[in-house]
Every structure is written in structure tokens, then in C-alpha cells.
């Protein structure tokens, strides 16, 4: 019996239009692994001290005790790359003069109130269609 192996494509095009949801995730797995780089540094980063006018209300602070390390640093990673995605477009901005636009604003907005990789992939949809993302 002969072994059938699966074909691969010759040409690149699958790759470059893998999907932005694929792309999305990879930029938040190499956000993990510096995540990672920087909890394992040698030299905690430095913390301002807080006054209590400032502290996170009770609730808020037991949410973020009770969330588990996986699930705080892939908060950490969207965030890293949520944030990357506000320098490139505000970058584009400067450059071509254009307003934020109203739909992308509301797309931020419901980022950081849930972030998931799926709000995420629809902050990146906007910049993927002005041709921003470099990656």
C-alpha cells in the first residue's frame, strides 16, 4: 500500500493571506513570550507608590486576585499588542491627517471593556483595511 501524504502548496500566496485572526493570535503568543521575558528579568520594574484615592475598588481588586496566572498574562499579551495597534494608527494619523474614525473608536472602546482575541481581531480589521499592519 502506498502512503498518501498531504500536498503542500507550492506557492507563498497561502501564507500571505493567512488569516488576520491567525496573524492577531501570533503577535499575542510573541507578546506572551515577552511577558514572560519580563517576569523572569532580574529587576522587578519599579512601581509608583499609590495613595489610597487611587486604589482599585474592592471588587476590582478581588477580580483581578482571582484570575488566574494564564489568564493574567494573556491579558498582559492583548493588551501589549492592543496597544502596539493604537502607535501604528496613531502613526498612520500624523502621516495622512486623517480623524479617527467613529467605528474603530467603538471597536477600542469594546476592547477594553472585554478584551478577548476576538474583540481584538476587530480593532486589527480596521487597520488591516487602511494596510497598516506591518506583520
Sequence with gaps: MSKDTPRQSTSAAGDLHQSLT??????????????????????????????????????????????????????????????????????????TGEPVRPALRDAAYKFRQAPSLHSLVSVAAFLDELEILTW
Excluded at 23 to 50: E, F, H, T, Y
Excluded at 57 to 82: D, G, H, W
Design 22 to 95: 491567525d496573524r492577531v493570535q501570533a503577535r499575542v503568543n510573541d507578546a506572551g513570550l515577552a511577558v514572560d521575558r519580563r517576569a523572569g528579568a532580574s529587576r522587578p520594574k519599579s512601581r509608583r507608590s499609590r495613595s489610597t484615592k487611587l486604589e482599585a475598588p474592592p471588587a476590582v481588586a478581588a477580580a483581578t486576585i482571582e484570575q488566574t496566572p494564564e489568564e493574567l498574562r494573556e491579558k498582559q499579551s492583548l493588551r501589549r499588542v492592543f496597544h502596539d495597534l493604537g502607535h501604528s494608527y496613531r502613526r498612520y494619523r500624523r502621516r
